[in-house]
């Protein structure tokens, strides 16, 4: 028994100090915050975060919410139709897509960061959206889209977390 104590001891001094972190953290996109609760009337920021990603140069989100319980508001109203803030974590060289269509309830956001901007690692704010609470209810923010891609056009493996906003009276 304390010859496999000292065994697992020096093992664990070993990946220590070869500086082994265990298994990388998978990438991941989520809303934040996550759930909110806001009045009728009032507007709301919600931000679209990824977290522990690599190599990152590229996005094509689409993200879904109740467009009776809340609208989309206009981040750009110097360009027609209403946008979405881009965020500080991936440059927005080449938007093919910003847009929120409140009709639908979907917003579509399809970025590509150029050289010589460095492929973005670690986590940050991609997007953000600024929602007005129309009427009482429940609006789920799921992604129906999340395509991520790597500086060599190969798709990020991410997994999403929805989020939601409760508008009451």
Same mark, same amino acid.
């Given at each position: 028994m304390k010859k496999l104590f000292y065994f697992s001891w020096f093992i664990t001094v070993v990946l220590l100090?070869?500086?082994?972190? /265990?298994?990388?953290?998978?990438?991941?996109? =989520?809303i934040q915050p996550g759930t909110s609760v806001v009045k009728v009337g009032d @507007?709301? *920021?919600?931000?679209?975060?990824?977290?522990? &990603?690599?190599?990152?140069?590229?996005?094509?989100? /689409?993200?879904?919410?109740?467009? @009776?319980?809340?609208? +989309?508001?206009?981040a750009d109203s110097a360009k027609d139709g209403i946008q979405l803030q881009p965020g500080s974590f991936l440059s927005p060289d080449f938007q093919h897509s910003n847009a929120i269509?409140?009709?639908a309830g979907l917003v579509q956001y399809v970025v590509v960061q150029l050289s010589p901007n460095e492929p973005a690692k670690g986590s940050g704010v991609v997007a953000s959206i600024?929602? =007005?609470a129309v009427a009482t +209810? &429940?609006?789920?923010?799921?992604?129906?889209k999340t395509?991520? *891609?790597?500086?060599?056009a190969q798709e990020i493996n991410v997994t999403s977390v929805p989020g939601q906003v409760t508008v009451e009276e």
């Open positions: 100090i070869s500086g082994c972190q /265990g298994p990388p953290r998978d990438t991941v996109i =989520k @507007t709301i *920021a919600i931000d679209i975060l990824v977290e522990d &990603v690599s190599d990152l140069m590229g996005m094509d989100l /689409g993200l879904q919410f109740n467009p @009776t319980v809340l609208a +989309g508001q206009d269509d409140n009709n600024e929602f =007005k +209810g &429940v609006s789920e923010l799921t992604f129906v395509m991520l *891609a790597s500086s060599e």
